[in-house]
């Protein structure tokens, strides 16, 4: 189906887009100039016909089915993703598939075919955190997973990758926002202070104890979220702070630049890289709380 034939049809976003040759827009749509006969992806770096020229197609099948012959240069019929942004797709499959291993940046070079220390930049880059700091988080939600099925603590910890030793216990414990013990039974005794915020993947719900962060859920509305924060943690009083502070704010604000390969993920791998770096952001406030729980969860933000 043809999206627009003349140049005032075009929407101007998606001229816009076509511009900038925005990586974000490759897969939503193709352009191609009808003085060459040939289409593209957003991003080629061919020089852009005049608009008067340009034709706007959702996929390469529409342009064809109009005999347009996709570009050689951009390929827009192949997968669009460069090499780095293809390794750190192969890694954080390979993560969540063995998060209960002990997964070394050593590992992830040999599952990745490139040396450690190139993937662990363009790993930075591409994710927004290192990949021990995402490799913690999913640990730390699996660890959840075991906790909520039933598994005692020690089996739990185990099974999440932990290992058994009291550091690695007191880690657990800070990550989940209390003991292992307490998170098992619903939160029992705990006092959750909640906030939420917009975010670019939705309503971005945020809870924090005096221990630190304990939950950080994504959805389409506030309501929905409110009730899986209630599921988790049915034996804890939550409160609602109706006021984020520059805090919250800042930490969602921090992660809501994506690169092109994040937006391709499934939406699932998009909200597990989310809350892992709303997490590590939130991480650096916590090393305030000498200065008062008050202080953690925003009221003097």
């Known amino acids: 189906m043809t999206i627009a034939r003349k140049q005032s049809e075009i929407d101007e976003t998606v001229w816009q887009a076509v511009l900038r040759r925005d990586r974000n827009f490759d897969g939503k749509f193709v352009y191609a100039a009808l003085t060459t006969g040939i289409y593209c992806r957003p991003s080629c770096p061919a020089r852009h016909p005049h608009r008067r020229n340009t034709l706007i197609f959702l996929t390469g099948d529409d342009a064809e089915r109009e005999a347009f012959i996709a570009c050689r240069r951009c390929r827009p019929r192949s997968n669009s993703l460069t090499a780095a942004e293809i390794y750190v797709k192969v890694a954080l499959d390979y993560i969540e598939l063995h998060t209960e291993q002990s997964i070394t940046l050593s590992l992830l070079s040999q599952v990745t075919g490139v040396s450690p220390n190139h993937f662990q930049q363009s790993f930075k880059r591409i994710v927004?955190?290192?990949?021990?700091?995402?490799?913690?988080?999913?640990r730390l939600v699996h660890l959840k997973e075991y906790l909520k099925g039933g598994e005692s603590?020690?089996?739990s910890i185990y099974a999440a990758g932990y290992g058994s030793s009291r550091a690695l216990y007191e880690r657990a414990?800070?990550?989940l926002g209390m003991t292992p013990a307490i998170y098992a039974s619903g939160g029992r005794g705990a006092r959750i202070h909640y906030v939420v915020i917009d975010s670019r993947l939705g309503r971005a719900l945020i809870g924090a104890t005096q221990e630190g962060v304990c939950a950080v859920l994504l959805g389409r509305n506030?309501?929905?979220?409110?009730?899986r924060l209630q599921d988790e943690f049915p034996k804890a009083v939550a409160t609602c702070d109706p006021l984020p502070s520059?805090?919250?704010?800042?930490a969602v604000r921090a992660c809501q630049s994506t690169n092109p390969l994040l937006s391709k993920l499934p939406l699932d791998a998009q909200h597990r890289v989310?809350?892992?770096r709303v997490r590590e952001v939130l991480r650096g406030?916590?090393?305030?709380?000498a200065k008062g729980y008050a202080n953690l969860i925003g009221?003097?933000?």
């Open 222 to 227: 506030d309501k929905q979220l409110v009730s």
């Open 299 to 301: 009221r003097n933000g």
């Open 153 to 155: 603590v020690i089996r």
């Open 285 to 289: 406030y916590e090393t305030i709380r």
């Open 173 to 175: 414990s800070k990550g």
């Open 128 to 138: 927004g955190l290192s990949p021990k700091a995402f490799c913690d988080a999913r």
């Open 274 to 276: 989310f809350e892992a």
């Open 246 to 250: 520059a805090r919250w704010l800042s």
